[in-house]
């Protein structure tokens, strides 16, 4: 007998050694992701997930303050990394 999904933490770093205002200093981010594997997608970060993440990471100077809406995403990965390179939450 089973006690069900486990939950699984994943860890992703982005990091750049310009900084967002195209100076030369090492920036890191990283963000930690529960998952849990089940029937459901919902807590599952799907594979484009980190890739749209990075380019988003890549080019977080573009976006401070601009409002960003993400749909479908799963664990919200690249939501998370948006939110923290300054965009604004709805």
Do not use: H
Request: glycine residues 8%; hydrophobic residues 40%; contains cysteine.
């Amino acid at each position: 007998m089973t006690d069900g999904p486990k939950e699984k933490l994943k860890r992703f770093i982005f990091t750049s050694k310009i900084n967002s205002k195209g100076e030369p200093q090492e920036e890191k981010l990283e963000v930690i992701i529960p998952e849990l594997l089940q029937g459901s997608y919902s807590f599952y970060t799907w594979p484009s997930a980190p890739v749209l993440a990075w380019f988003l990471w890549e080019r977080r100077s573009e976006l401070l303050n601009k409002r960003i809406l993400e749909i479908g995403s799963g664990t919200a990965l690249p939501g998370i990394v948006a939110a923290k390179c300054g965009a604004k939450q709805s």
